[in-house]
């Protein structure tokens, strides 16, 4: 098992910026990919950044490529977002995903998430 606890989440101005940390625990030694994504209120779960841990190779979603970024700290297990130049689209729940193989089966560990919330 993996244990995800997101945190940084809060209110902002548009053209804010905010960072967030997803701490990991457990058997962090199993997750091949780390990400985030976003549930807006009354949308599905989207998907907003990925980071591969064996070559730290990253993703966005076209929505926040060059205002996002996503890194990493192996010493820490810790997974981040910095979230610049933010708009009040940006407004919903983040959550951190890692994905991982247990006994040759993939598996999906989610946090709780945190809500952010820019104002206009």
């Known amino acids: 098992q993996v244990q995800l606890v997101e945190s940084g989440g809060g209110l902002v101005q548009a053209g804010g910026s905010l960072r967030l940390s997803c701490a990991a625990s457990g058997r962090t030694f199993s997750v091949l990919r780390m990400g985030w994504y976003r549930q807006a209120p009354g949308k599905e779960r989207d998907f907003v950044a990925a980071i591969s841990r064996s070559d730290d190779s990253t993703s966005y979603a076209d929505s926040v490529q060059g205002r996002f970024s996503i890194s990493r700290d192996n010493a820490k297990n810790t997974l981040y977002l910095q979230m610049n130049k933010l708009k009040p689209e940006d407004t919903a729940i983040y959550y951190c995903?890692?994905?991982?193989?247990?006994?040759?089966?993939?598996?999906?560990?989610w946090g709780q998430g945190t809500q952010v919330t820019v104002s206009s």
């Open positions: 995903r890692a994905d991982g193989i247990v006994s040759y089966s993939p598996v999906i560990y």
